[in-house]
């Protein structure tokens, strides 16, 4: 199963695609977690070590790596660069978690990056495309990671959701990023819920079939943000909620 994360900034969807890598893990033989959000904080949430975290260069900065895989360092540049079992090579292993680190789509300006997002995404289609177990990408607000042929790969769309007008918002053109780019299959979850009204809220600009689950506002995960707690330590609601979507997402790929 290949899984993208999105949503608004602030939202919660790190700790929601957190929790699913740690909740897939127990059950798969291998989960590759992706972080494709420039913010960078998936790392701590599923619980690799600081220093380590710290030191890791997105994949975009690796000049020389790039350089390697696009055709050295002249005008001219492979624009479909090939990747084939290296790609672990890549990863940071936490147990039976592959994390890596993406970095963003650079933009235009000054220099051309055009070498650089060609790698960006020739990993993500080995990532996507690929004979991986489970592949889930903590996405930013965007998708711009995914193109048309790469969206192909992702079985669901995830778009995690706060009782705000804003948050609505993003999810609505996330949701026709999405849809343009041939997604066929697209879920919100609802995150920071504390009260019936603010369910009904998500609810009433949704359809049913749409909302995979919700999740309650946590003491704890709040707590969590300021200590840099990784997932594996959270307990109570939180994980009873995320375990019941993770199990609605099963049965529906099933």
Do not use: W
Not at 95 to 113: E, T
Not at 154 to 183: H, R, W
């Amino acid at each position: 199963m290949k899984l993208a994360v999105s949503g608004k900034g602030g939202v919660g969807k790190t700790t929601i695609a957190a929790a699913l890598v740690q909740l897939f893990s127990e059950s798969h033989r291998l989960v590759y977690a992706i972080d494709a959000d420039p913010d960078v904080c998936l790392a701590a949430a599923i619980g690799v070590p600081d220093d380590i975290a710290d030191e890791l260069k997105p994949l975009v900065e690796k000049k020389d790596l790039i350089n390697a895989k696009t055709g050295g360092e002249g005008a001219f540049f492979t624009l479909n660069p090939k990747l084939n079992d290296e790609l672990d090579d890549y990863c940071i292993s936490c147990g039976n978690i592959k994390y890596l680190r993406m970095g963003g789509i650079k933009r235009g300006g000054s220099a051309c990056y055009c070498r650089e997002n060609s790698f960006l995404h020739a990993v993500v289609s080995a990532l996507l495309l690929g004979e991986k177990d489970i592949v889930i990408m903590d996405m930013g607000a965007g998708i711009e990671h995914l193109s048309r042929g790469t969206a192909r790969g992702v079985d669901l769309m995830l778009v995690v959701v706060e009782p705000s007008l804003n948050s609505i918002k993003t999810a609505a053109l996330v949701k026709k990023l999405a849809t343009d780019l041939g997604i066929k299959k697209i879920r919100i979850i609802g995150n920071k819920i504390g009260s019936q009204a603010e369910k009904d809220f998500i609810l009433n600009n949704f359809k049913p079939e749409e909302v995979l689950g919700f999740v309650s506002l946590d003491a704890e995960i709040r707590e969590g943000a300021m200590k840099k707690r990784s997932i594996k330590e959270v307990k109570g609601d939180f994980i009873n909620e995320m375990t019941r979507i993770y199990q609605k997402m099963i049965a529906e790929s099933n």
